[in-house]
């Protein structure tokens, strides 16, 4: 069965196994996924993550930091942003995750390069 949205079901992965409280999960790899864990792993919302060469998969382990984690941006709907209204979470206390020119980055970080793109998610 193919799978429309990855990127979706990575995050579908990682909020259920935080919601189950399990220590790992394991998701299909690919270098947008592997960019938004650094993030996640930048942020402390996981432990850290290692892709494995056999099975071409990558093992996440968490910390149950994560309350919420919400796709925004989707295939059949692009939500984008210009730099000047980068929306924030939870007043500062949650991440954007943001797709850039430059690469994925958090919203604070975009914010201070000057660069808008497409919301990939939220967390908090």
């Given at each position: 069965m193919a799978?429309?949205?990855?990127i979706?079901?990575m995050l579908?992965?990682?909020?259920?196994?935080?919601m189950?409280?399990?220590?790992q999960v394991?998701?299909?790899?690919?270098?947008?996924?592997?960019?938004i864990?650094k993030?996640l792993k930048?942020e402390?919302?996981?432990?850290?993550?290692?892709?494995?060469?056999e099975?071409n998969v990558?093992?996440?382990?968490l910390?149950n930091?994560?309350?919420?984690?919400?796709r925004v941006?989707?295939?059949?709907?692009?939500v984008y942003?210009p730099?000047?209204s980068?929306p924030?979470?939870?007043?500062?206390r949650?991440?954007?995750v943001i797709s850039?020119?430059r690469?994925i980055m958090t919203?604070?970080?975009?914010k201070k390069?000057g660069?808008?793109?497409?919301?990939?998610?939220?967390?908090?």
């Open positions: 799978i429309t949205d990855p979706a079901d579908t992965r990682i909020r259920n196994a935080t189950l409280d399990r220590g394991i998701v299909p790899t690919s270098k947008v996924k592997m960019e864990l993030v930048k402390h919302y996981i432990t850290d993550f290692k892709a494995e060469k099975g990558i093992q996440v382990d910390n930091e994560i309350t919420k984690l919400i941006s989707k295939p059949g709907r692009r942003t730099k000047d980068i924030t979470v939870l007043q500062g949650g991440l954007i850039t020119s690469g919203g604070k970080e975009a390069q660069l808008g793109g497409e919301i990939i998610c939220k967390v908090w």
